[in-house]
C-alpha cells in the first residue's frame, strides 16, 4: 500500500510565503511523476506543478515566477516541495499531492489528504 502525507499549509498573508511538503511512502517500486493540485471553493480541481522522475517541470501560469517545486533525491526518501511565494488571495484553495508511480509491475495513481492553504490579511 501507498500513503501521502501532506505538511505546510496555513494562513498567509498576500505577498507571503508557504512551503508544502509531500512525502510518499510504501511498497514502492518506482515514482513517474510528482505533482500537485489545488481546489477552491467552487472551482475544479487544477494542476499547480508537476515534477517527474527526469526533472522535467511544469507551472500553471498562474504560479510561474512565484512557486517552485523540488523534490528530494535523498536514498530511499519519496518527497516533493512546493515553495510558494508572493502568494495572492487567489491562490487560497486545499493543495493535494498527487503521485503517478509503480507499485511492483503496476501502475498506480494516488492522492494526498489534501492541506488548506489560506492567503488573507
Known amino acids: 500500500q501507498v500513503e501521502l502525507v501532506e505538511s505546510g499549509g496555513g494562513l498567509a498573508q498576500p505577498g507571503g510565503s508557504l512551503r508544502l511538503s509531500c512525502i510518499a511512502s510504501g511498497s514502492i517500486a518506482s515514482i513517474n511523476a510528482m505533482e500537485w493540485y489545488r481546489q477552491a471553493p467552487g472551482k475544479q480541481r487544477e494542476l499547480v506543478s508537476s515534477i517527474t522522475r527526469y ?22 526518501t519519496n518527497t516533493v516541495y512546493l515553495q510558494m511565494s508572493t502568494l495572492k488571495p487567489e491562490d487560497t484553495a486545499v493543495y493535494y499531492c498527487h503521485v503517478d508511480l509503480w507499485v511492483s509491475d503496476r501502475r498506480g495513481s494516488y492522492w494526498g489528504q489534501g492541506t488548506q492553504v489560506t492567503v488573507a490579511s
Open 55 to 76: 526533472g522535467t517541470i511544469v507551472y500553471a501560469d498562474a504560479v510561474k515566477g512565484r512557486f517552485t517545486i523540488s523534490r528530494d533525491h535523498a536514498l530511499n
